[in-house]
């Protein structure tokens, strides 16, 4: 199912692409309110990947420091919170308390202009996959 066609979910230029390290992440914040949607997204080569900011483990925000969800060496997404590690593309977590679970990854692509757009919610209360627990495809 496109996420796309979910209610309340619409595209969002969140950063532009070439303001990304290679690789590198940043994180959006999407909505206004008390409840807006978070998430980052990851630039490998010219592709981009796109996540809600929700570790599968204990739903915490993957970044205690702005912007850092990656390892030092740029090769993995690492929770801050209790050092799970995620495949980069694909969101699979492939080291500690969550393996074989997977981030939410998010529709993106970049446009003409060189924006990076995501699909995601205007709203956290929106993002019903996430707060009913069906995020997690592993
Ligand atoms: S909340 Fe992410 S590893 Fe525990």
Not at 15 to 30: R, S
């Amino acid at each position: 199912m496109s996420n796309s066609v979910l209610r309340g979910w619409s595209e969002w230029p969140v950063c532009h692409f070439d303001e990304l390290p290679d690789p590198g992440a940043k994180g959006f914040l999407v909505g206004d309110g008390e409840w807006p949607f978070r998430g980052f997204v990851v630039r490998k080569s010219q592709e981009v990947f796109a996540y809600a900011n929700v570790c599968p483990h204990q739903r915490h925000p993957l970044d205690l420091l702005p912007d850092v969800f990656l390892t030092d060496d740029r090769e993995s997404i690492r929770c801050s919170s209790h050092g799970a590690l995620f495949d980069l593309t694909s969101g699979l977590c492939v080291f500690g308390p969550c393996v074989g679970h997977k981030l939410m990854q998010l529709e993106s692509r970049i446009d003409s202009d060189r924006s990076v757009l995501v699909v995601a919610p205007a709203s956290l209360r929106d993002a019903g996959p996430i707060i009913d627990g069906e995020f997690d495809t592993a």
